[in-house]
T-cell receptor
């Protein structure tokens, strides 16, 4: 079975400070990993995804994530956040077989001016 | 056209009533997913449609839940005899083709409240 853990339910951070949102998954098979963002009153949209190849993945809006197989982690980072980054962030994993996507419980990022 | 649309955006119903939630995927997208997002929970997979193949219903929580996809486009999620624990945001997503690598495009959701 799959599971995705986002350890931090809420992360407040000052504008222009760096941020890391943590995501760990459990799986004994190869997986694909995703980060989605949900801005207030909007639907989820893809930030970035890891399918294969380089473990450092760059996404939209200056975000990046690093796949660490040994630690089964896929943490999301941004070196300098903006007010507009305030949103809910979801980590998701799927196996390379089957149809199901497994989402974490989300991390609410609040950027403080 | 535009992105995935869902209707209604909000639905309040009484316990025991049936509700229908609608999803219009992006034109040309062959794969369609339904998820449920309860307060404080992640997205819970409900059902998956791919083209004309039999849907993957493995995530439906009970036989009160069912879904259809007509003509490979619009989908309807039906909840019969609603219960208070059904209160949640129901999200629909579509992707161009099937496959785990594919990006899903989400609708804004339907917020269901069962009194």
């Amino acid at each position: 079975a799959q599971s995705v853990t986002q350890l931090d339910s809420q992360v407040p951070v000052f504008e222009e400070a760096p941020v890391e949102l943590r995501c760990n998954y459990s799986s004994s098979v190869s997986v694909y990993l995703f980060w989605y963002v949900q801005y207030p009153n909007q639907g989820l949209q893809l930030l970035l995804k890891y399918l294969s190849g380089s473990t450092l993945v760059k996404g939209i809006n200056g975000f990046e994530a690093e796949f660490n197989k040994s630690q089964t982690s896929f943490h999301l980072r941004k070196p300098s956040v903006h007010i507009s980054d305030t949103a809910e962030y979801f980590c998701a994993v799927t196996r390379n077989t089957g149809n199901q996507f497994y989402f974490g419980t989300g991390t609410s990022l609040t950027v403080i001016p | 056209g535009a992105g995935v649309s869902q209707s209604p955006s909000n639905k309040v119903t009484e316990k025991g009533k049936d509700v229908e939630l609608r999803c219009d995927p992006i034109s040309g997208h062959t794969a369609l997913y339904w998820y449920r997002q309860s307060l404080g929970q992640g997205l819970e997979f409900l059902i998956y449609f791919q083209g004309n193949s039999a849907p993957d219903k493995s995530g439906l929580p009970s036989d009160r839940f069912s879904a259809e996809r007509t003509g490979g486009s619009v989908s309807t999620l039906t909840i019969q005899r609603t219960q208070q624990e059904d209160s949640a945001v129901y999200l629909c997503a579509s992707s161009l083709v099937s496959g785990q690598q594919e990006t899903q495009y989400f609708g804004p959701g339907t917020r269901l409240l069962v009194l």
